[in-house]
């Protein structure tokens, strides 16, 4: 079975600093994707960002990049020049990609806080 | 290009009771997941929904079922409702089944159970 861990319950950081947020996964599957997802207050779950395993080049959106580590089975979500509207919990994902997909599973999440 | 409506955005139910949850994904999209997602237990699968058909299941008791229909609108439903049912219940869909491109979220139902 797949795991999901977000080590860092809480964290907060400056306006315009960078933040680094943590996730690590337990799988025996060689394809699969990695997300990680947003949920403001509003309670409506945002995709922030997407990694294919397959593909070595982290990915990247804008102030949000990936560090995707497959041996390690990890993938920790850079945000730069912190905005306010950042505020929120962020959650990280696992899905297999083949056989039984279209099932997500989430790590615990972390609250975020950006300060001004 | 509308998102993600799931209705109603609140709910109250006495337990013992049944409820009806609705979802109506991104058009085009044909694959629907439902998830619980309390304080406690996180967020965990409920059940994913593929032309029609329940194409995977998660832990939860028979008490919660779903259908999907020819238009991919999705309903859950909670019968025999426990204290413990009290949560967010969130739809997701997709374009195809492990879409790469990942699964874009309503905003939820916030059942409470009294």
């Known amino acids: 079975a797949q795991t999901v861990t977000q080590s860092q319950p809480e964290m907060s950081v400056q306006e315009a600093e960078t933040v680094t947020l943590s996730c690590t996964y337990d799988t025996s599957e060689n394809n699969y994707y990695l997300f990680w997802y947003k949920q403001p207050p509003s309670r409506q779950m945002i995709l922030v960002i997407r990694?294919?395993?397959?593909?070595?080049q982290n990915a990247t959106e804008n102030r949000f990049s990936v560090n995707f580590q497959k041996a390690a089975k990890s993938f920790s979500l850079k945000i730069s020049d912190s905005q306010l509207g950042d505020t929120a919990m962020y959650f990280c994902a696992f899905m297999k990609q083949t056989g039984n997909t279209g099932k997500l599973i989430f790590g615990q999440g972390t609250t975020l806080q950006v300060k001004p | 290009k509308a998102g993600v409506t799931q209705t109603p955005r609140y709910l109250i139910k006495t337990r013992g009771q049944q409820v009806t949850l609705s979802c109506s994904p991104i058009s085009g999209h044909r694959s629907v997941s439902w998830y619980q997602q309390t304080p406690g237990q996180g967020l965990q699968f409920l059940f994913e929904y593929f032309s029609e058909t329940q194409r995977n299941k998660g832990n939860f008791p028979g008490r919660f079922s779903g259908r999907q229909f020819s238009n991919s609108r999705s309903e859950m439903n909670v019968s025999t409702l426990e204290l413990g049912d009290s949560a967010l219940y969130l739809c997701?869909?997709?374009?195809?089944?492990?879409?790469?491109?990942?699964?874009?979220f309503g905003s939820g139902t916030r059942l409470t159970v009294v």
């Open positions: 990694q294919e395993a397959y593909k070595q």
């Open positions: 997701a869909s997709s374009l195809n089944r492990g879409s790469p491109g990942g699964y874009t």
